[in-house]
């Protein structure tokens, strides 16, 4: 019988919390790594056993921690990020050149054809893979090599690389995204980058459509169809469908357009999800209701789900790595809040239970299902 | 014998006792301590300075012998009561974060 094992990632450590396919008892391991911030927790679809963790802290930085047994145990692997060659300078919050500085890894995206491959994208932002599970990591140097890499400016949370999404179909292409640079897509394995953020329009920056600045919050696709992307921007739901070349805006009846979290239901491309949130200078969602907001035609119209959730005085956030689907039949939807919560819904979004209620602030949710 | 006390975090990385003792060759300095530290155990590189540019992290300090070395150049010999083993090197997190 299949298994479900939802990788949460919190300001003072990751918990792993497991279920059958029922989806509706579970069991909390954690917490492992207490006390340290842990961005990103993610598995490899290769061997589920290998799960990655992003380890780090004021204090001592960062540390990459591999387990090869489902989390049961743990070691730390290599968290020596040296930006390739002389790092050069980006924008700073007042406009001036400001030496690139690696400060910690914000994701970590396995390679869906080999264990041992795994990328991490980091703040300051650039892009780098390990080749031999985690001890080694060389910078994809040719991101922050694009001509527009001196006018990148970080946003209100750091200037990070939140996004990585790898081409099922094409293995020479993926995505990444960067707050606030916008996103990018390289066709050749990494080696060079094309920024993709025409059609985007931030009302923020002083060219509303410039080639960069836009504050992209998260980016997310369906397996099945890798030239389709959705876009949950700092303001703004859009989508493409020619692999970034261009993007429109399908925000429609969304009671806010600003966001985190986007994500695919498992086996409708078309299904997305996001969850409003009153504004950037608010940060909880709009009435104290926290709802979800389902769209089975790919954007434009929108259902409310709020069937489980806080229906007054709930003022959490969620962040954009803490939204992931199952893909069990019906699909399950996972996210977590800043109050601590895990909420899941083992049928597509129709109700929703939390699994867990007081964690420390969820930085991260991923999902495995398990054979 | 050198002994050296780790916070708390720090042990529980490296699995160790909150005090380490080690052998240091040569000149026993900040450096050096690191040096043999980071050597026993790997997974402390990068914890306590950088990897490259081997600078002290921010929100840690050295003291030893009711001094804080922090500010010391890293080659600068450390007292003879680290170097004999009377007193410990204690690497310290800052009280810091509210």
Redesign the interface.
């Known amino acids: 019988m299949s298994r479900v094992r939802v990788l949460v990632g919190t300001r003072k450590g990751a918990f792993l919390l497991t279920s059958d396919a029922k989806r509706e008892k579970w069991e909390v391991s954690g917490p492992h790594f207490g006390?340290?911030e842990i961005y990103h927790v993610k598995g490899s679809p290769v061997n589920p056993d290998r799960i990655y963790a992003s380890q780090s802290?004021?204090?001592?930085?960062?540390?990459i921690q591999r387990s090869d047994d489902g989390g049961r145990s743990w070691e730390?692997v290599g968290?020596?990020f040296?930006y390739d060659g002389v790092p050069g300078t980006h924008q700073w919050y007042d406009g001036t050149p400001h030496p690139w500085e690696f400060k910690r890894v914000w994701h970590l995206e396995p390679s869906l054809t080999d264990a041992e491959t795994v990328y991490a994208g980091v703040e300051d932002a650039a892009l780098f893979r390990s080749a031999d599970g985690g001890q080694n990591w060389e910078e994809l140097s040719g991101l922050r090599g694009h001509g527009s890499g001196a006018r990148w400016q970080p946003g209100a949370g750091g200037m990070g690389l939140h996004t990585i999404l790898l081409d099922p179909v094409n293995a020479r292409r993926m995505y990444i995204a960067i707050s606030a640079a916008g996103a990018f897509r390289t066709d050749d394995g990494g080696v060079t980058w094309t920024a993709i953020n025409q059609g985007l329009r931030s009302q923020y920056i002083p060219d509303p459509t410039a080639e960069v600045g836009h504050c992209v919050h998260r980016i997310a696709m369906h397996p099945s169809r890798p030239e389709v992307l959705f876009m949950q921007k700092h303001w703004d739901v859009m989508r493409s469908d020619n692999a970034g070349d261009l993007w429109r805006e399908v925000s429609g009846n969304l009671p806010t357009d600003f966001g985190f979290v986007i994500d695919v239901h498992a086996h409708e491309p078309e299904t997305i999800y996001v969850v409003p949130i009153k504004s950037d200078g608010e940060h909880y969602p709009p009435d104290g209701k926290l709802r979800v907001y389902r769209s089975r035609t790919g954007g434009n119209e929108w259902e409310a789900l709020e069937n489980g959730l806080p229906s007054s005085d709930c003022y959490v956030n969620v962040l954009r790595d803490a939204m992931a689907v199952d893909s069990l039949d019906p699909c399950g939807v996972y996210f977590g809040t800043t109050g601590g919560q895990v909420y899941a819904s083992s049928n597509a979004g129709d109700r929703w239970a939390p699994i867990v209620r007081d964690l420390p602030a969820v930085l991260s949710v991923e999902v495995q299902t398990l054979a | 014998m050198i002994r050296v006390v780790l916070?708390g975090?720090?042990r529980t990385?490296a699995r160790a006792e909150a005090e380490v003792t080690l052998e240091v060759a040569g000149e026993v300095t900040q450096r050096t301590v690191l040096d043999a530290l980071e050597a026993r155990y790997p997974?402390l590189?990068?914890?306590?300075r950088d990897?490259?540019s081997k600078q002290r992290?921010p929100?840690?300090r050295f003291f030893a012998c009711g001094q804080d070395l922090s500010h010391e150049l890293p080659d600068a010999p450390l007292p003879d009561a680290v170097i004999t083993g009377a007193e410990p090197f204690f690497v310290i997190?800052?009280i810091?974060?509210g």
Do not use: C, D, E, Y
């Open positions: 006390g340290w802290s004021g204090w001592f930085g960062q540390l730390p968290n020596k040296t | 916070p975090h720090l990385l997974m590189a990068g914890a306590i990897h490259v992290r929100f840690l997190g800052a810091a974060g």
